[in-house]
């Protein structure tokens, strides 16, 4: 089983591609090589290649990277399944995982949807992606300073908001805002959620 990440930039052409393309390429080179792992291809779509555990935590870690950029958005459909053949490259390789991302994203296309999910379980997609779309109605309207706290968080999980403050050179009381502005609490609900699921599936 693998999960597959097949997305594009929402309005890139308002923006110099030097803007948010190093971003993206210095976060995915964390995990793992070009073109195995993941590859950037028409100018502002990419495909990305993890384990099902951890699918959703990138998805919303790209979603926050991008949107420390002011008008930047990104589209993601998530697949989850087997990989029946794997090419050089992430878009050479084929599979149910590879299919039902790729049926996603044009799905959410056409239903102006920024993030689902398709595992092949009809029940834990409906629920799963009831959760999503719940949550989007936030991650959808993260500011920079949103999407910037939610990033860092995601990137060190272990870091105190004291830690935060003086990175940020801020307030601690400052950080607490801009967390619970960000909803970061709930955003971790999320991730806790998909991630016991994942490991209790349905019999």
């Known amino acids: 089983m693998i999960a597959v990440l097949t997305g594009d930039i929402i309005n890139s052409a308002g923006h110099k591609t030097s803007e948010w393309m190093p971003l993206l ?10 073109p195995g792992v993941w590859e950037i291809y028409r100018g502002d779509e990419f ?4 384990a099902p555990s951890k ?4 998805a919303i870690q790209i979603k ?3 949107k420390t950029i002011k008008n930047l958005d990104v589209r993601i459909g998530i697949g ?6 794997r090419g050089i490259g992430v878009s050479e390789s084929n599979g149910s995982a590879y299919q039902r991302s ?4 044009s799905l959410i296309k056409e239903r102006k949807i920024n993030l689902a999910i398709a595992t092949g379980d009809p029940q834990l997609d409906d629920t799963l992606n009831l959760i999503l779309k719940l949550g989007l109605d936030f991650m959808d309207a993260w500011s920079v300073v949103s999407a910037e706290i939610i990033v860092m968080a995601l990137e060190n999980p272990g870091t105190s908001q004291k830690e935060v403050a003086q990175q940020l050179q801020i307030q601690q009381s400052a950080v607490s805002q801009r ?16 991630n016991k699921t994942l490991k209790n599936p349905r019999p």
Do not use: C, H, P
């Open 80 to 85: 989850v399944g087997d990989e029946d053949f």
């Open 64 to 66: 926050a990277l991008i």
């Open 25 to 34: 390429k210095n976060f995915l080179q964390k995990l793992g090589d070009s």
């Open 179 to 194: 967390q619970k502005r960000a909803r970061l609490d709930l955003v971790k609900d999320v991730l806790n959620y998909y």
């Open 102 to 105: 790729g049926r996603t994203l």
């Open 55 to 58: 699918a959703m935590e990138v």
């Open 47 to 50: 495909q990305i290649r993890v």
